[in-house]
C-alpha cells in the first residue's frame, strides 16, 4: 500500500511547507511506504523556465492574433491587447534572463549583493506576470493564484476552472511535465494537502487529473480548506465524484493510518476517523474525531523534497513549538477551530534537540517557527537551551503581544539566534482589540515592537482594516 503525499501549488517558495513532513514522518513510523513532493516548488521551477515561458509567450501570441482578428472589442479587450503586445516585446529579455534569476536566488554571494537580486526579482516577477497574462484573467504571483472570477469560492465554478486550460495554466504544467515525472502505477493512495485559498484551484486541478488518468488511485485530501467547509461538503456528492474519494478533516496522521490499514484490509470506510467520503451517492461523515497529543508526534522529515530548488541562499526548515493556539480567542480566525480548540507543546530539550539534528542533516542554520504563535514561556525557554547548547542557528517566529515580554526575553532571544519576529498586531485601536478579543492593547503593542527593535531584531506586524464596527478614525489609529 504505497502512498505519496503532495504538497501542491500556490504557495510562497522559499521553504518547505509542513503538513507532508509530518504526515511522513508518522506513517513511516507505522511502517507504511510513504513519499512526499513539494509540487509547489516544482510548479514554479517548471513555470520560471525557458521551456515554458516560451509556450506562455505563444500562447500570448495566439490571444492576441484572435483579438486583433475581431471586427470590434470593448475596452476590457482592447486593454488586455495592449498587456499581452507589451509582455510579447519585453518576453526575450525575461526569457533569456530567468534561470540566471533563479541561480541568483539560489546562491549566497548573489543573493546578498542587492544589486543582482534586485534585477532577480524584477525577472522572476515579470516571468510570473508572462504566464498571468497568457491565462488572464488567472493572476500568479510569488504570493498568489487567483482565477480572477472568484472560483475560489465556488465547487461549481472550481470545478469549470479546473477544466478549462484557457485561464489554467496548470492542467498543461501537471499533463506536460509534472504527471509524466512519476510513477503513479506505484502508489495505491495519493494525498493531497490544501492549506490555502490559493491552492484550492491548482489543487482541485491535480485531483481530478489523478482521478480521471489513474482510476486504480484512491485520492485523499486535506487540510484547513475541507476541514473549515465540512458542512457545505456534506450536501456535494458531485465534488466527490469529480476529484476525490475521501477527504481528512482536522489533524491527519491518525486518520492517515487508518485509512491506509482500511484499504490494504479492502474493509468499510465508516471506520476510519475525521473521514468524509461518499457512498452510494450520499456523503458521509463518520463521527470518530481523532487527535494525538502534540508530544507524542515525532519530528517532521523532509527527506524527498527537493530542496534544492526553493529560491533562497540557504535551506529553510519550518518547525513548530506547538500546535494549536494557546490563545485561541481570536474572532476572526478559524486557526483554532482547526485544531479543535487544543494546544500542545513540546518539552523544551525536545525542540532544541530537533532543532540540533535538522540543522546537522540538512545543513542549514535557519528556521522558521511556524507556530499560530510562540508563547513567551516558550520563547524564554528554548532560546535559554539554545544558549547553552551554544547552537548557531537563525530564526523568524510568530508572536502575540503578552505584557510580560521584557527587555530581558528579547536580548535573550536576539543571543539565541531569533532575527525576525512577526506579530499579528491586526489593529492599534483599543475598542476594535476589544472586540477582535486580542488580549492586549495600543500601549503593550508599542512598548513590546519598542524592546524588541531595541534588542536588535526585525519586527513585522501583520494588521487588517474594516473589522466589523470599524471606522475610519479608527483605522487612522493604526495608520498612525
Not at 61 to 84: G, H, I, Q, W
Not at 392 to 413: G, H, P, R, T, Y
Amino acid at each position: 500500500m504505497k502512498s505519496l503525499l503532495i504538497f501542491p501549488a500556490q504557495w510562497y517558495p522559499t521553504q518547505p511547507y509542513l503538513s507532508t513532513p509530518y504526515l511522513c514522518a508518522y506513517l513511516r513510523g507505522k511502517g507504511w511506504d510513504v513519499s512526499q513532493r513539494d509540487f509547489n516548488i516544482e510548479s514554479y521551477n517548471s513555470f520560471l523556465s525557458p521551456t515554458l515561458l516560451e509556450r506562455a509567450v505563444s500562447k500570448m501570441d495566439d490571444r492576441l492574433t484572435a483579438l486583433k482578428d475581431k471586427k470590434s472589442f470593448s475596452f476590457k479587450e482592447k486593454s488586455l491587447m495592449d498587456v499581452l503586445a507589451t509582455g510579447i516585446k519585453f518576453a526575450p529579455t525575461i526569457i533569456s534572463g530567468v534561470d540566471d534569476a533563479k541561480h541568483v536566488l539560489r546562491t549566497p554571494e548573489r543573493f546578498f549583493d542587492f544589486n543582482a537580486y534586485k534585477q532577480a526579482d524584477v525577472v522572476i516577477k515579470s516571468a510570473l506576470k508572462l504566464i498571468s497574462d497568457a491565462y488572464s484573467p488567472s493572476i500568479l504571483t510569488l504570493s498568489t493564484f487567483e482565477s480572477g472570477t472568484r472560483a475560489e469560492e465556488s465547487t461549481q465554478r472550481a470545478t469549470e476552472v479546473t477544466r478549462n486550460g484557457d485561464v489554467n495554466p496548470f492542467i498543461d504544467l501537471y499533463e506536460k511535465v509534472l504527471l509524466p515525472s512519476e510513477s503513479w502505477q506505484n502508489y495505491g493512495l495519493v494525498g493531497i494537502s490544501i492549506v490555502g485559498i490559493s491552492q484550492i484551484l491548482p489543487g482541485l486541478t491535480l485531483a481530478r487529473l489523478l482521478k480521471e488518468k489513474y482510476p486504480h488511485l484512491h485520492i485523499t485530501l486535506g487540510g484547513p480548506i475541507f476541514s473549515v467547509n465540512t458542512k457545505q461538503l456534506i450536501r456535494r456528492p458531485e465534488f466527490f465524484q469529480e476529484f476525490c474519494h475521501s477527504i481528512v478533516t482536522f489533524e491527519g496522521e491518525e486518520p492517515l493510518h487508518r485509512l491506509l490499514t482500511t484499504l490494504k484490509k479492502g474493509s468499510t470506510l465508516k471506520d476510519v476517523p475525521n473521514l468524509l467520503f461518499c457512498e452510494d451517492g450520499k456523503v458521509e461523515l463518520n463521527e470518530e474525531r481523532v487527535e494525538l497529543r502534540f508530544e507524542e508526534l515525532p519530528s517532521p522529515t523532509f527527506d524527498g523534497l527537493s530542496m534544492d530548488l526553493y529560491l533562497s541562499p540557504y535551506p529553510i526548515l519550518p518547525v513548530l513549538q506547538s500546535r494549536g493556539c494557546y490563545w485561541g480567542k481570536c474572532t476572526f480566525c478559524t486557526h483554532s477551530f482547526i485544531y479543535g480548540h487544543r494546544y500542545g507543546k513540546q518539552r523544551t530539550e525536545q525542540m532544541a534537540d530537533e532543532l540540533e539534528r535538522l540543522a546537522e542533516k540538512y545543513k542549514t542554520k535557519y528556521f522558521t517557527f511556524s507556530d499560530e504563535a510562540v508563547s513567551p514561556h516558550s520563547l524564554n525557554d528554548v532560546s535559554e537551551e539554545i544558549i547553552k547548547r551554544d547552537l548557531d542557528i537563525k530564526s523568524l517566529a510568530l508572536l502575540k503581544f503578552e505584557k510580560v515580554m521584557d527587555e530581558q526575553l528579547f536580548q535573550k532571544m536576539k543571543k539565541a539566534g531569533f532575527i525576525f519576529l512577526m506579530y499579528g498586531l491586526e489593529s492599534a485601536n483599543d475598542r476594535v482589540l476589544s472586540l477582535i478579543d486580542k488580549g492586549t492593547d495600543q500601549k503593550t503593542q508599542r512598548e513590546v515592537l519598542e524592546k524588541s527593535h531595541k534588542a536588535g531584531i526585525w519586527n513585522h506586524s501583520f494588521m487588517f482594516f474594516g473589522f466589523p464596527t470599524e471606522t475610519r478614525d479608527e483605522a487612522q489609529d493604526t495608520i498612525n
